[in-house]
């Protein structure tokens, strides 16, 4: 791999769970001002373009995916049937790296994200006191 290269990173969330994806970002800023990565989720839509292409396109040219995963991750339909199939897709395929981000404790082992491996460590959400010190 090019260590100039700039990875296209994509984050995939129910928009109840917005509030994550900012935070993520925040965490993410330092390596996005070292153009080592360039983060595209769908905030970055703007007004008249036809969502769903724009979204599934910056989905099939991502070299990593995260889905932030929770309940409603799992009860969106468009998340679970649409998303996450193409990203599962490109995750066998080797055209990409997806990587589930358990964010709310959810059935997620049950579903067909529970045969990857999740961040956090043993998939426990970081809001679980009784596990992490900090949310960060």
């Known amino acids: 791999m090019d260590n100039n290269r700039v990875l296209k990173l994509f984050i995939a969330y129910a928009g109840e769970d917005a509030a994550y994806c900012h935070q993520l970002r925040q965490h993410l800023a330092a390596l996005e001002r070292m153009e080592q990565v360039q983060i595209w989720y769908d905030g970055q839509i703007v007004a008249g373009q036809d969502w ?3 979204l599934l396109n910056h989905l099939q040219t991502a070299d990593i995916i995260l889905l ?3 309940p409603d991750f799992i009860a969106s339909d468009f998340c679970y049937e649409t998303l996450f199939p193409v990203a599962i897709k490109m995750h066998k395929s080797q055209k990409a790296t997806v990587i589930p ?3 709310r404790q959810c059935i997620w082992e049950e579903t067909l994200l529970g045969k990857m491996k ?3 460590k043993n998939g ?3 809001a679980n006191p009784a596990v992490w010190a900090s949310p960060d």
Do not use: N, Q, R
Request: charged share 15%; aromatic share 0%; net charge negative.
């Open 68 to 70: 932030l995963v929770s």
């Open 101 to 103: 981000v358990i964010i």
């Open 118 to 120: 999740p961040l956090p």
């Open 52 to 54: 769903e292409a724009e």
């Open 124 to 126: 426990v959400p970081p």
